[in-house]
Nanobody, 128 residues
């Protein structure tokens, strides 16, 4: 069993920054890619960023490229999302999740259906 707990959300003005953290407990964290997703009111959950278990491959949604940075620390069983130049349209509940499969070192799948364990989410609100 894997448990994921997000933290670091909050209210920030447009142009500001936040750093989200996801603490994982349980088995097989370090061999799985980890992802961040978000869900705004009335919208479907969408992919934000993901990182392979080695950190050697990273993928971002086009909407956050150049502004968000994903990283992980396998020794601490943690994954992070640094969010800069935040915009009102970034307002959402942010979730971290574990890729259900152990894939190749370069493989990232940005689909919610491919992630099996999810945190409870942390709210990010960006005011204009």
């Amino acid at each position: 069993q894997v448990q994921l707990v997000e933290s670091g959300g909050g209210l920030v003005q447009a142009g500001g920054s936040l750093r989200l953290s996801c603490a994982a407990s349980g088995r097989t964290f370090s061999r799985h890619a980890m992802g961040w997703f978000r869900q705004a009111p009335g919208k479907e959950r969408e992919f934000v960023a993901a990182i392979t278990w080695s950190g050697g491959s990273i993928r971002y949604a086009d909407s956050v490229k150049g502004r968000f940075t994903i990283s992980r620390d396998n020794a601490k069983n943690a994954v992070y999302l640094q969010m800069n130049s935040l915009k009102p349209e970034d307002t959402a509940v942010y979730y971290c999740a574990r890729d259900s499969a152990i894939r190749g070192p370069e493989s990232i799948v940005p689909l919610t259906t491919e992630y099996d364990y999810w945190g409870q989410g942390t709210q990010v609100t960006v005011s204009s």
